[in-house]
């Protein structure tokens, strides 16, 4: 099993929960986050003062899925979130040890 | 099943006594049921369901007392008040006079009367004291306090409940002023744990602020003999309230005080609503009533306390070389000793502005109104259409008095006068948001919203728009909309007309209401980069920066007010980002 993680821009998230359910993906996590890459924030000017946004706001989503399907689904989050703009965000796979369904015990494939 | 007589009928000779109380859970049940079914309700249900409980418990002392002297059984809250639930846990005091009966005889008679209480499945909640056992714990445990007021004798010896009864009264008036602060901290504390009762989508019954515990402490405040109680609307909600306990019960089969989720589709039938908000309504409104009397009561016993002269040596000292303070804060209108109250020479009933007067005198003064101020408001004409100058500008005044909001339109709206002057405002009054952001219902949280925004005035060109608009901004919350804010935009122009608005004002708070989601929505789920974003906000808009900071300014109050969790920093800077580029884009 692998989890993804994607940091996107927040206004593509609809997007790209349509795409993973388009993928056949049951559940997703997502949370409000906040961070920088390449672009090390920017500024904006609101109420006639310039400041700098050091973080930038981001949407993070989790996902479970199988080792087979960690790649179908990765490709379909980076085409709906892209933008071809800095600040589009990352996509990232991780090892899985093990997976437990709280509610029933299940362990495993069977808990996705 | 048994007959159910009424409480009034009469003697014990005229039903059959269950055989003590081994079948009494399951007959206490089906009279419930049965009870319902006859179409029996509310307080008479409980005073029946009150008779055959005790008088199962006269079978079971006779078995397990016989006619001992020196003894009795006491029933303390719920079986002591005669309100009883299907449910209800049987709160017992096996009462003893200190002498008459052995430690020992004592110890077995209390087993063999709780035992087959346990048995019987029956849930108990016991004790044994002397009669000055009983003030020793009353005068140390304000709930054991509270309880014990409500001791009504079940068996035994009636005279000694009568005394410990006697003796608990006094001791309770006695200490009033150390008591009084010890209830209300306990109402606060109650608050602070289980939430405000009108608010909660699956409110405590019971504890929550406004619920069952707090009606039962009017009673317990009004025997400190400092002040009365409120009475007719007050108590219609809290038997309500227990209708609702006792539907609860029944539904969930069990004696659970929170009204989940899951079981008020149930709870809602059972009691006659067709729709489960409507049970949820209310409970607000019931809520409402109760918490505010609490509120009214405890100033009416500091009152007395103060004015008792029992209190601190500075403050008699004080009060000696004063007269009462009668100011006159505003025309018909004075303070009398902290509180709002109608000026003697004042005419309520040729003064159709003064509600709104008085309404905007208590928001800016903070003073709570008298209840005759209220019932003077409530028999005040009505205000002419369109409304006039002073009216607005009493209303103004209302709205802009933030800190005093909430509770001054908390007394206006329960005595009638927010639907009075906003019609559109009984639509959604006291309506439930299934929302699980949002901690108020639909009215409470635009009150919210207005006090919020009071945090923005400076930052927007017409702070009177900003708060007119927080104020109403969700007044097409109403049942059966399928767009809260274009319905509500469609109530803005009678509510305008009525009021005498300016019509620029009025299609300002028009388009804010229909656009009130807007930023928050474009900035969350589309590109402020894309000009397309900004061009859809600013048409929105008729490209006004004053409506585009007004709009930031109540997006961040009606997050606010919404709830906690709401507003965060992540969607600050996404409604910033957006606003600074929309501003960007006018100049």
């Known amino acids: 099993m692998k989890l993804v993680t994607a940091i996107i821009q927040p206004h593509r998230t609809d997007e790209v929960r349509a795409a993973l359910e388009a993928a056949g993906v049951k559940g997703v996590t997502v949370s409000e986050a906040a961070g920088y890459g390449r672009q090390k924030g920017h500024t904006e000017v609101y109420r006639g003062a310039e400041y700098t946004v050091d973080l930038v706001p981001k949407t993070r989503l989790e996902v479970l899925v199988d080792d087979a399907d960690a790649a179908t689904v990765t490709e379909a989050i980076v085409s709906a979130a892209q933008t071809g703009k800095i600040g589009d965000g990352k996509v990232w796979t991780v090892p899985v040890d093990d997976v437990a369904r709280v509610r029933t015990g299940e362990h495993g494939a069977d808990a996705l | ?587």
Not at chain 2, 153 to 181: C, E, F, H, M, N
Not at chain 2, 207 to 227: M, P
Not at chain 2, 316 to 329: E, F, G, I, N
């Open chain 2, 1 to 587: 099943m048994e007959h159910i007589p009424s409480a009034a009928e009469g003697s014990d000779a005229e039903v059959p006594h269950p055989s003590g109380v081994r079948d009494l859970k399951r007959l206490r049940a089906d009279a419930a049921a049965q009870l319902t079914s006859d179409g029996v309700t509310g307080p008479e249900r409980r005073r029946r369901l009150t008779a055959l409980v005790k008088r199962a418990l006269v079978a079971h002392w006779n078995e397990a007392a016989g006619p001992a002297e020196g003894i009795a059984l006491g029933a303390v809250g719920s079986l002591g008040r005669g309100d009883a639930g299907p449910l209800s846990d049987l709160d017992l005091v096996l009462l003893h006079d200190g002498k008459t009966q052995s430690k020992d005889a004592l110890a077995e008679l209390a087993q063999r009367l709780w035992y087959p209480i346990w048995d019987a499945g029956l849930e108990l909640d016991y004790s044994m004291r002397s009669l000055t056992e009983c003030r020793q714990v009353a005068s140390k445990d304000l709930a054991a306090a509270a309880g014990l007021l409500d001791i009504q004798p079940v068996a035994g010896d009636d005279t000694l409940v009568a005394q410990a009864r006697a003796a608990i009264y006094q001791d309770w008036r006695a200490a009033s002023r150390k008591r009084l602060p010890e209830l209300l901290a306990a109402s606060r504390a109650r608050a602070e744990r289980h939430g405000e009762l009108a608010y909660l989508i699956e409110p405590h019954l019971k504890e929550a602020r406004g619920g069952l515990r707090d009606y039962t402490s009017l009673s317990a405040l009004s025997a400190t003999w400092l002040t009365d109680r409120p009475h007719g609307v007050v108590d219609a909600a809290g038997e309500h309230l227990r209708d609702v306990r006792d539907a609860l019960h029944l539904v969930a089969g069990r004696p659970v005080n929170v009204l989940g989720r899951h079981l008020a589709d149930d709870v809602a039938a059972h009691l006659g609503y067709g729709d489960p908000d409507d049970l949820l309504a209310s409970i607000a409104d019931a809520g409402r009533t109760v918490a505010y009397a609490l509120d009214q009561t405890e100033r009416g016993a500091r009152r007395s306390l103060e004015r008792s002269g029992i209190g601190s040596v500075a403050w008699k000292a004080r009060r000696l070389s004063k007269a009462p303070r009668h100011v006159s804060v505003a025309e018909g209108l004075i303070d009398v000793d902290g509180e709002l109250a109608l000026a003697p020479s004042a005419d309520a009933k040729a003064d159709p502005l003064l509600p709104l007067r008085a309404a905007a005198t208590a928001a800016t003064t903070g003073l709570p109104f008298t209840p005759g101020l209220l019932d003077a408001m409530q028999n005040a004409p009505d205000l002419p259409e369109p409304w006039p100058e002073a009216a607005r500008t009493h209303l103004r005044d209302l709205l802009r008095g933030s800190h005093h909001l909430v509770a001054v339109w908390e007394a206006l709206d329960l005595h009638g006068l927010a639907v009075r002057w906003v019609p559109e405002w009984a639509g959604v009054r006291n309506r439930p948001q299934r929302s699980p952001i949002h901690r108020y219902t639909v009215d409470r949280h635009m009150i919210e919203t207005v006090v919020i925004a009071a945090k923005h005035r400076r930052d927007v060109p017409d702070q009177d728009l900003l708060f007119a608009t927080a104020w109403v901004h969700d007044i097409g919350k109403r049942a059966g909309s399928t767009d809260h804010s274009i319905d509500g935009a469609a109530l803005v122009p009678a509510i305008g007309a009525r009021l005498g608005w300016s019509p620029q004002f009025t299609a300002d708070v028009e388009t804010l209401v229909r656009h009130h989601l807007l930023l928050s929505i474009l900035s969350t789920t589309r590109d402020a980069e894309d000009p397309a974003t900004v061009g859809e906000l600013l048409d929105a808009l008729g490209h006004r920066e004053d409506l585009l900071v007004t709009l930031r300014a109540l997006t961040e109050a009606d997050s606010h007010a919404a709830g906690p969790k709401v507003w965060t920093t992540w969607r600050a800077s996404l409604a910033d980002t957006l606003t600074a580029k929309a501003r960007a884009a006018l100049t």
